[in-house]
């Protein structure tokens, strides 16, 4: 930060470092290992579309691409009830037992980085790996684009999340991926895909 923008407050915005993203194979291992939460071989990026055939094409192509090819992941897109849209990826379909993580999350980082390079790195917001345990209870880990951080969100129902296993989470992954400090930037996701 230069002494000018010191001066009028002026901050530069975190850049997001989506290389991140290829530590959690890694974060996964350990969730697994102390809590017992495994992936579930599905993923999704949310952003805010951009009107106009341009974005349309890129998140054409970006579907096409990554789910092109035998033993591809299914990929779709949906959108929620806040007008938000999210390209889904699942990789569970070939061995459901073991979801190739690491293919989900190149996955994941393609379609961010290729939204980024097409100019529409702004309307990016996160991106979401769900993971379940043997009771049935199901958490993610979510990337905030814009902070280049990541948050454990576990919903356990209806408008209601388990903020004590949130932070079980967080403490468990402190030294595995770069985590969210500031409480106020866990949203919620509900509804998410895969929770």
């Not at 975190?14 to 579930?40: E, M, R, Y």
């Amino acid at each position: 930060m230069g002494f000018w923008d010191s001066i009028t407050g002026r901050t530069k915005p975190k850049q997001a470092n989506l290389d991140a993203l290829f530590g959690v194979p890694s974060a996964a291992l350990t969730l697994q290992a102390s809590l017992g939460f495994v992936p579930t071989g599905d993923g999704a990026v949310c952003y805010r579309a951009a009107a106009g055939a341009g974005f349309a094409d890129a998140q054409q192509d970006l579907v096409a691409l990554i789910g092109q090819g035998e033993g591809a992941p299914r990929v779709s897109t949906q959108t929620d009830t806040f007008g938000f849209t999210w390209l889904l990826v699942d990789h569970d379909q070939i061995d459901p037992a073991h979801p190739d993580l690491t293919g989900l999350c190149t996955d994941l980082h393609a379609v961010n980085t290729t939204l980024e390079m097409d100019g529409f790195g702004p309307g990016l917001l996160c991106s979401l790996i769900p993971f379940q345990d043997s009771a049935g209870r199901k958490v993610a880990l979510v990337y905030l684009y814009k902070q280049g951080t990541f948050y454990p969100f576990a919903p356990s129902g209806t408008d209601q999340r388990d903020n004590l296993l949130e932070i079980q989470i967080r403490d468990t992954l402190k030294n595995e991926l770069p985590l969210e400090g500031d409480l106020g930037r866990w949203m919620a996701l509900w509804g998410g895909p895969g929770l």
